[in-house]
C-alpha cells in the first residue's frame, strides 16, 4: 500500500539519528527521554512520531487551552485517532452549571479510556489532571453495552433507563432522554455525541442508527453502542487517576526551575518535549526543528505581489536543490487549487506535495532533510476553524428558515465566514415529466422537494424546487 505525505514522513524522522537514539531509549524505559530545540509548530508533530512507534496509552500534557487545542488540530494530520480531553469550565465557581456538550465530551473519552485497550493518544492539559471525575469502577459499572442482533428485552431496558434517571419524552432532544414509538426506542446517552435509534423485532435488536435531532434521520449504521446508566453525577476522583502504571505520559513545554530543569511535577513525565534546551550535558543541534523562513507574507501578498511569488518559488528551488521532501498544507481541497492557479507555472511546484489538514504554522527538520508548511503562513491569515469546533457546530446547527432573508443580508457561514446573502435558484432538468421527477433506481417517492443551494459565497439560497 502507498503511504500518505504525513506517514512517509514519520518515518523518514523516525530513521533520523536523532529521534532514533529517543526512540530507542523510550523502548529501554530510560526515563527521563528529553527532546530539546522543538518549535512549538513541530511538537505535535515530534508526539506523532514517538506514538508511532509504541503500543502504548499516551497522555500529551500541555501548558494551557491554545496551546492544547493548537497541538490537537496538528496531531490530526499525522494520528487522525487522537483525543481530546477538554477542561471543566468554571471548575472554581459554585452554582454555574457546565456546558453539557464538555461534559459528554469528557464522560465518552473517560469512558473509552476504562473500557478499552488502547493505544490511545489524549491531548490534555496539565490542569485538567487535578479536575473532578467519576471514579474508575463507578464508570466501568455504569456502562450498558447494546448491541445489533443481540437478544434483549424492550421492556427491561426501559425499565434500566427509567431506574437510572433518564426522562421520558415524546421526542429526543437533548442529552439523558429516551422515546418510545411502538417497537422504536430512541435514546440519548450521556456521553454520546448523537443520540441513538434501537428498532427491536421481538426480544431482538435489528436495528441500531445514529440520528439526527433536527431532522430526526439516521446518520449512520452502528454495531454496538454504550448506554451510561450512571455515574454522572459522581466527582469523587480525578482525571489522573485514569492514567495506568502501562500508560506513558509526555509534557509539552515542562515547567523548568531555576537551574533550568524541570520541577518535580514535570519530571514525573516519561518524556518531555521543549522548545529550549533542556538535556543535561553540552548543548545539541543535532535534532533541532526549527522555523522554515519563507519570509514576511501579510493577506493576499503571495496572489497580488508578483515579487513574493517570485521569492517564495526561489526558496522551494532551494530546498529541492538540497533534495529536501516539501510539504505544503491545506485546509480545503479549494484551497490546493487555488494555489496552484497562483503559483501558475507547474515547474514551480515539483516534487512538492500538497496535502489536506490543518496547520496554523511550518517546520524544518533538517536532520532529516524535510520541509512542513501551512497555507495558512503562505496566505498570511490564521488556520481557518478547528475542525474538532467545525464537528461539534454541525451536530448542533440551528435550523434557518431562508425565507426571512433578503438579497444582501450579511450572513455567517461556518466554514466560509462574513457573506452576503445572494438567492440562487436550482430547477428539475427541463422535460422531465412532474410525475416522474425524482424516481430513479432507489427512490420510493419523488425527490423533488424544497432545498437550499450554495451559492459562490458559500451561503445557502433561498428554498426552490430541487430533483436529486
Known amino acids: 500500500m502507498e503511504k500518505s505525505g504525513g506517514e512517509e514522513l514519520l518515518e523518514i524522522a523516525s530513521a533520523s539519528e536523532p529521534i532514533a537514539r529517543k526512540l530507542r531509549a523510550i523502548n529501554r524505559a530510560q526515563w527521563p527521554v528529553q527532546f530539546s530545540h522543538v518549535t512549538q509548530p513541530a511538537q505535535a508533530f515530534v508526539v506523532a512520531t514517538i506514538a508511532r512507534g509504541i503500543g502504548k496509552t499516551i497522555w500529551v500534557l500541555c501548558p494551557n487551552v491554545h496551546s492544547q487545542e493548537l497541538v490537537y488540530e496538528s496531531l490530526l494530520n499525522w494520528h487522525p485517532t487522537a483525543l481530546f480531553l477538554p477542561e471543566t469550565e468554571f471548575a472554581?465557581?459554585?452554582?454555574?452549571?457546565?456546558?453539557?456538550?464538555?461534559?459528554?465530551?469528557?464522560?465518552?473519552?473517560?469512558?473509552?479510556?476504562?473500557?478499552?485497550a488502547g493505544p490511545n493518544l489524549i491531548v490534555a492539559t496539565r490542569a485538567s489532571l487535578d479536575q473532578a471525575a467519576p471514579e474508575r469502577d463507578v464508570l466501568q459499572s455504569a456502562v450498558l453495552q447494546l448491541r445489533r442482533g443481540a437478544n434483549a428485552k424492550m421492556e427491561q431496558l426501559v425499565k434500566q433507563l427509567a431506574g437510572a434517571g433518564y426522562e421520558r419524552v415524546a421526542q429526543v432532544t437533548t442529552r439523558g432522554q429516551f422515546a418510545i414509538r411502538g417497537g422504536i426506542v430512541d435514546l440519548y446517552s450521556w456521553q454520546a455525541p448523537l443520540p441513538v435509534r434501537l428498532e427491536f423485532f421481538g426480544d431482538e435488536i435489528d436495528s441500531l442508527r445514529e440520528f439526527d435531532i433536527d431532522s430526526q434521520t439516521s446518520v449512520r449504521d452502528?454495531?454496538?453502542?454504550?448506554?451510561?446508566?450512571?455515574?454522572?453525577?459522581?466527582?469523587?476522583?480525578?482525571?489522573?487517576?485514569?492514567?495506568?502504571?502501562?500508560?506513558?505520559?509526555?509534557?509539552?513545554?515542562?515547567?523548568?526551575?531555576?537551574?533550568?530543569?524541570?520541577?518535580?511535577?514535570?519530571?514525573?513525565?516519561?518524556?518531555?518535549?521543549?522548545?529550549?534546551?533542556?538535556?543535561?550535558?553540552?548543548?545539541?543541534?543535532?535534532?533541532?526543528?526549527?522555523?522554515?523562513?519563507?519570509?514576511?507574507?501579510?493577506?493576499?501578498?503571495?496572489?497580488?505581489?508578483?515579487?513574493?511569488?517570485?521569492?517564495?518559488?526561489?526558496?522551494?528551488?532551494?530546498?529541492?536543490?538540497?533534495?529536501?521532501?516539501?510539504?505544503?498544507?491545506?485546509?480545503?481541497?479549494?484551497?490546493?487549487?487555488?494555489?496552484?492557479?497562483?503559483?501558475?507555472?507547474?515547474?514551480?511546484?515539483?516534487?512538492?506535495?500538497?496535502?489536506?489538514?490543518?496547520?496554523?504554522?511550518?517546520?524544518?527538520?533538517?536532520?532529516?532533510?524535510?520541509?512542513?508548511?501551512?497555507?495558512?503562513?503562505?496566505?498570511?491569515?490564521?488556520?481557518?476553524?478547528?475542525?474538532?469546533?467545525?464537528?461539534?457546530?454541525?451536530?448542533?446547527r440551528a435550523q434557518i428558515d431562508f425565507s426571512e432573508l433578503t438579497e444582501g443580508d450579511l450572513v455567517v457561514h461556518l466554514e466560509h465566514g462574513v457573506a452576503k446573502f445572494r438567492p440562487e435558484k436550482i430547477r428539475c432538468r427541463a422535460g422531465t415529466p412532474p410525475a416522474e421527477r425524482g424516481r430513479g433506481k432507489h427512490s420510493k417517492r419523488s425527490a423533488c422537494r424544497t432545498t437550499t443551494a450554495p451559492n459562490a459565497f458559500g451561503a445557502r439560497g433561498t428554498g426552490s424546487r430541487v430533483c436529486r
Open 92 to 116: 472554581a465557581v459554585e452554582n454555574i452549571l457546565p456546558d453539557p456538550e464538555i461534559a459528554a465530551e469528557r464522560l465518552a473519552l473517560l469512558t473509552q479510556v476504562e473500557r478499552e
Open 222 to 396: 452502528l454495531k454496538s453502542v454504550d448506554i451510561l446508566l450512571g455515574a454522572t453525577e459522581d466527582q469523587s476522583s480525578v482525571v489522573r487517576d485514569y492514567i495506568s502504571r502501562d500508560h506513558l505520559t509526555i509534557e509539552l513545554e515542562p515547567v523548568m526551575a531555576g537551574g533550568r530543569s524541570p520541577t518535580s511535577a514535570s519530571a514525573a513525565a516519561q518524556i518531555q518535549i521543549n522548545e529550549g534546551w533542556i538535556e543535561t550535558g553540552p548543548e545539541d543541534f543535532s535534532g533541532v526543528f526549527q522555523d522554515c523562513e519563507v519570509g514576511e507574507l501579510g493577506i493576499g501578498d503571495l496572489i497580488l505581489i508578483e515579487a513574493k511569488r517570485a521569492q517564495f518559488s526561489r526558496r522551494l528551488k532551494d530546498w529541492r536543490a538540497q533534495k529536501a521532501q516539501i510539504v505544503i498544507y491545506f485546509q480545503t481541497e479549494g484551497e490546493i487549487e487555488r494555489f496552484r492557479e497562483v503559483m501558475g507555472e507547474k515547474e514551480a511546484l515539483n516534487e512538492v506535495d500538497l496535502l489536506e489538514g490543518t496547520l496554523s504554522h511550518g517546520f524544518c527538520f533538517p536532520a532529516a532533510n524535510f520541509v512542513v508548511l501551512s497555507a495558512a503562513e503562505l496566505f498570511g491569515r490564521l488556520a481557518a476553524h478547528p475542525r474538532r469546533h467545525l464537528r461539534r457546530a454541525e451536530r448542533h
